[in-house]
């Protein structure tokens, strides 16, 4: 399925869309419990995975999603710091894949979340489709407590769950919530891939895709298509050992939705953002283009300094099967035996890393799920345009480290506008208001003239 995006309707663009009457579609305000949850996770059903569960889940409700909040809103903000020092500079967390996307609905809007709350807060939505999350991943995870005492420990245990996440993915071709570090534009930016697979989604959608591709170089077709198909081989089965780093990986976004219908246009854009992010991000760490000291820096962590983990689990080889740790652990003990330290294990992550898959492709899903039930209501397929997300990533980097400031929406795009909690106190939306209204004067004079003339 190719995703089209259609032209603006020009009817819809002559009119006036922000009105007056506007003003008053606010929403209703629910309540939110900003989420924190730290705990440590037990192991799998398919592959034993320890998991650190220290970072904030930000959520996966299509991030398209108004805000809501319950405080009131505070007086306008003239901090002049750029967003990157107020919100995302040390010791607050680094950007996230959220940070860069949620923008793609609304810049502005974005920013007043900021300068609110300092992040996205979570809605009953967002926390229902947290939930359904929840049990996709424990289709394929489940979770260990680990004890840990230094932030190393902690760290270490995300990269071991990368590692384990690969293991996985080679063994039943799928993983889930695979965590992934890249730095853009000189700043770590974090995500969580929904799910990682050696499965197309639509093998006859990558066939055009290829051929299209050898048909704009210039190739003859079927050499490329020979060529390409290699590296793109469609694989409907679980991974065949000893070949899956031959292979690509394919991504997918899970999005969570309180309808029953799929979102089109606009709403689709921060989804296919993300998930080019995602891919770029991913392919990037793969190859080992990130640097591991950025990283490490970032987060204030030491490197050499050997983990705690096990004496702290109280487990070592010998005593694996005799704690609460079960057997299937393991791969964990080995690797915190062999691998004592951040940097090695990081090491340990990228060897697994090219052991896996040799690329990620072009094609990329977005499946969209009933937020009650879980359900699937439908997928949407992307293709990854690498000038158009590196064109993205500047210009919002542009505005995070305060290059410029946070613009609104366009008035093709007034109807995000009714569903914003900031609508009233935006001075972006009025103005465009004010312009659309002096423009329909404009015509209406214009035309007025045209008649007497007539
Ligand atoms: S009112 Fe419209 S332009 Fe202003 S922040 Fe909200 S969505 Fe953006």
């Given at each position: 399925m190719t995703m089209v995006w259609t032209p603006r309707c020009p009817s819809m663009l002559a009119q006036?869309?922000?009105?007056?009457?506007?003003?008053?579609l606010l929403p209703q305000r629910t309540p939110l419990l900003p989420q924190t949850y730290t705990s440590i996770s037990r192991c799998a059903a398919s592959r034993t995975r320890i998991t650190?569960?220290?970072?904030?889940?930000?959520?996966?409700?299509?991030?398209s999603a108004p805000t809501t909040h319950e405080q009131p809103l505070s007086p306008p903000d003239l901090d002049t710091r750029s967003p990157l020092e107020r919100f995302r500079t040390k010791p607050k967390k680094p950007l996230s894949v959220t940070d860069l996307v949620s923008?793609?609905?609304?810049e502005l809007q974005y920013s007043f979340v900021l300068t609110r709350f300092g992040r996205k807060p979570r809605t009953q939505a967002m926390k229902q489709g947290s939930k359904v999350h929840k049990v996709l991943e424990e289709q394929v995870h489940t979770f260990v407590p680990v004890q840990t005492a230094s932030k190393e420990d902690r760290f270490g245990l995300r990269i071991w769950n990368v590692i384990q996440g690969l293991r996985t993915l080679r063994e039943t071709g799928m993983t889930r919530e695979l965590e992934i570090w890249g730095v853009l534009e000189g700043q770590l930016v974090c995500g969580v891939i929904d799910e990682v697979s050696?499965?197309?989604?639509?093998t006859r959608f990558e066939e055009e895709l290829v051929k299209t591709a050898a048909e704009k170089t210039g190739e003859m077709a079927s050499q490329s298509q020979r060529n390409i198909a290699n590296y793109?081989?469609?694989?409907?089965?679980?991974a065949v050992p000893g070949?899956?780093?031959t292979r690509p990986v394919y991504i997918a976004d899970v999005k969570t939705r309180g309808v029953k219908s799929l979102p089109s246009g606009a709403s689709l854009r921060p989804t296919k953002m993300q998930l080019m992010l995602y891919k770029k991000m991913l392919q990037s760490l793969a190859q080992n283009d990130v640097d591991a000291d950025v990283v490490f820096a970032r987060y204030s962590l030491n490197p050499l300094q050997p983990f705690t983990i096990t004496e702290v689990a109280g487990m070592d080889s010998s005593q694996a099967d005799e704690?609460?740790?079960?057997?299937?652990t393991p791969g964990f003990v080995a690797d915190m035996e062999t691998h004592t330290n951040l940097s090695a294990l990081w090491s340990l992550m990228i060897s697994e890393f090219a052991e896996t898959f040799t690329g990620v492709s072009d094609v990329l899903r977005a499946e969209f799920r009933h937020s009650?039930?879980?359900d699937v209501i439908g997928s949407e397929l992307f293709v990854y345009e690498k000038g158009t997300i590196e064109e993205y990533i500047a210009r919002e980097m542009g505005w995070w480290k305060g290059e410029r400031p946070a613009v609104g929406v366009e008035v093709e795009e007034a109807?995000?506008?009714?569903?914003?909690?900031?609508a009233d106190e935006c001075e972006w939306r009025k103005s465009k208001i004010q312009e659309a209204t002096e423009n329909h004067r404009r015509r209406v004079a214009g035309r007025g003239k045209v008649e007497v003339v007539g």
């Open positions: 006036p869309c922000f009105t007056v009457s506007e003003l008053s650190a569960l220290s970072r904030n889940r930000l959520s996966k409700e299509s991030s923008p793609a609905w609304c050696y499965k197309c989604p639509d793109f081989a469609p694989v409907d089965t679980a070949t899956q780093a704690t609460d740790f079960p057997s299937e009650k039930d879980g109807f995000k506008c009714r569903s914003c909690d900031f």
